[in-house]
């Protein structure tokens, strides 16, 4: 099955995670291109959004609690 940008767009922009008052969807699409560019998996996307929230919400406690919650709302669209 091909990658569909447009879906996974659309479910990136469905996102309406905040983690404290951060809006996370910025990042996500920067780091969803960034892996296909690369082609990485799943797992190098989860690293580089784990790094992106850790550099721009500071003092938080469990960044991959935020990943996972994310990643499995738009890895149906977007893998």
Do not use: Y
């Amino acid at each position: 099955m091909a990658f569909n940008a447009l879906s996974c767009g659309t479910a990136v922009a469905k996102v309406g995670t905040r983690i404290q008052g951060f809006d996370p969807r910025k990042v996500i699409t920067q780091c969803m291109w960034s892996t296909l560019s690369k082609g990485k998996g799943g797992s190098a996307f989860r690293k580089c959004l784990e790094k992106k929230i850790r550099q721009n919400v500071h003092d938080i406690q469990n960044p991959e609690e935020f990943v996972s919650d994310i990643w499995h709302k738009i890895k149906k669209n977007c893998t």
